[in-house]
């Protein structure tokens, strides 16, 4: 099954009318009915609580599908509390060569965990078009410097889901990594484009070959 996409603005489109570096305008729909069916692998479990700001997004469970019709990673966030259905963030840490040994290190609670690409998405200001903010791929350098959005800016896909408090993210496997067959990942929820809450204490190891497994968290 292929999610239709939700009418991402191009980068280059939103640069040219002024839009801020590394910011784009895109649409934020709420989560349709045959997302939230899908076979979903939860990957890590959290506790309520253990959140860096109260309110700003407290996760409850990080899950995984792979589409493999549209080659496209689908992640779902659960909350237990600080739900934002118009000012949310997301990001996915992805250690994309499976190798802990490389990358570097992740800013959230695991700082033990390293990580070559972060997938995001985090909505600021409503705009003609749709949501402006964050949308995109950046590589574990552009972290370090803050040149977010080195990799892609726009082009991925999100939803809400204010029923279940969940939110979604999708990106094309080839936007993380074109041979991207077995990766190690770390998914976070906030708030206004700021990290608060890692989903889990380790890491997810994800075999797009076989079946996901946690052996880090
Ligand atoms: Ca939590
Ligand atoms: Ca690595």
Request: some cysteine; overall charge negative; glycine content about 12%.
């Amino acid at each position: 099954m292929r999610l239709a996409s939700t009418g991402v603005i191009a980068a280059a489109a939103c640069l040219a009318c002024g839009e801020p570096v590394g910011q784009s305008v895109f649409d934020v729909a709420s989560a349709p009915d045959q997302l939230r069916a899908l076979p979903w692998k939860v990957l890590a479990t959290d506790p309520s609580g253990d959140d860096n700001r109260r309110g700003w997004g407290d996760g409850r469970t990080f899950a995984f599908h792979h589409d493999p019709a549209g080659d496209t990673l689908w992640f779902r966030w659960e909350l237990h509390d600080g739900y934002d259905p118009e000012t949310p963030a997301v990001s996915v840490a992805f250690d994309t060569d499976s190798n802990q040994l490389t990358g570097a290190p992740w800013y959230g609670s695991n700082k033990d965990f390293r990580f070559e690409v972060l997938v995001s998405v985090g909505p600021l200001d409503r705009v003609q078009g749709g949501w402006r903010g964050y949308n995109g791929v950046t590589d574990s350098v552009g972290v370090v410097t803050q040149s977010w959005m080195n990799r892609q800016q726009g082009g991925l896909v999100f939803y809400t889901d204010a029923p279940f408090e969940a939110y979604y993210l999708g990106v094309a496997r080839s936007d993380v990594s074109p041979a991207l067959e077995r990766f190690n990942v770390i998914g976070s929820v906030g708030r206004r484009a700021r990290w608060n809450d890692d989903i889990g204490s380790g890491f997810a190891s994800v075999d797009l070959l076989g079946s996901p497994s946690v052996p880090g968290a």
